[in-house]
């Protein structure tokens, strides 16, 4: 016998209302539904009392977008992050400094003073290394380009000819033409010799920093044993 049409609405409404009572019974979360016993509700009247499963759509769609801003922010922090470390990253390139020169371009022996005058600036000719262009070859003049703290070394040698002469091998490290350091062999002893300075220095940008010889004092090479070199170990404030 075939049923009436209206038996099929009247089936549909019938399980409606089961699926309503059986989500009424349950609260959904990210770990699926979870049984709650039924309490008293305080907004009583409000979408959540009424339609369980739409309010749970809704919390959902809250917490999806409470995660969507934590990681926009999120996001934003790296970002910002990220600039700091490139541009910290570009001070560290553009702020590397290291020259290493030989005061002569050849290897024929060939002496350097002596002069009459004192503080004669020594000019190093021959660059093994000028990275940043801050030693002058023309003046014999570093100009500190980043203030930090720099390694700096002077190696004199001289000959004085022949034993018995007097070897005068002398050079001072100035900074802004005052002396910083030393280096000096006088003796009739010894036909050559050698000396050599090395510090660590904090300097300023705009620092001026020479090899310089004093009055009756030489420096003599033939196979690039006269050398000032320096470079940045880190930049201060």
Aim: net charge negative; hydrophobic share 40%.
């Amino acid at each position: 016998m075939k049923l009436p049409s209206f038996s099929v609405g009247m089936r549909a409404l019938v399980l409606l209302c089961l699926l309503n009572a059986a989500f009424a019974q349950n609260e959904y979360s990210w770990n699926g539904p979870v049984r709650i016993a039924p309490d008293p509700d305080p907004n009583a009247g409000s979408a959540c009392s009424t339609d369980k499963f739409s309010c749970g759509c809704c919390l959902m769609v809250q917490e999806v977008n409470r995660l969507k801003t934590y990681f926009n922010k999120s996001m934003t922090e790296l970002e910002k992050d990220f600039q700091k470390t490139k541009e910290s990253l570009r001070v560290v390139e553009a702020s590397r400094v290291a020259f290493s020169f030989s005061l002569f371009s050849d290897e024929n022996f060939k002496c350097y003073g002596p002069f009459s005058e004192t503080n004669k600036v020594v000019i190093y000719k021959n660059a093994f290394l000028n990275l940043g262009g801050a030693y002058n070859m023309n003046t014999g003049v570093f100009t500190v380009p980043f203030s930090g703290v720099y390694s700096l070394a002077v190696t004199i040698f001289s000959d004085a000819g022949s034993p018995g002469n007097m070897l005068a091998a002398c050079a001072n490290l100035q900074v802004n033409n005052k002396v910083m350091a030393r280096a000096k062999e006088f003796n009739t002893n010894d036909q050559e010799d050698s000396a050599t300075i090395v510090v660590a220095m904090h300097l300023k940008v705009g620092d001026m920093v020479t090899v310089t010889l004093s009055s009756g004092c030489y420096l003599c090479d033939e196979s690039y044993y006269n050398t000032f070199s320096g470079f940045l170990l880190y930049v201060t404030e």
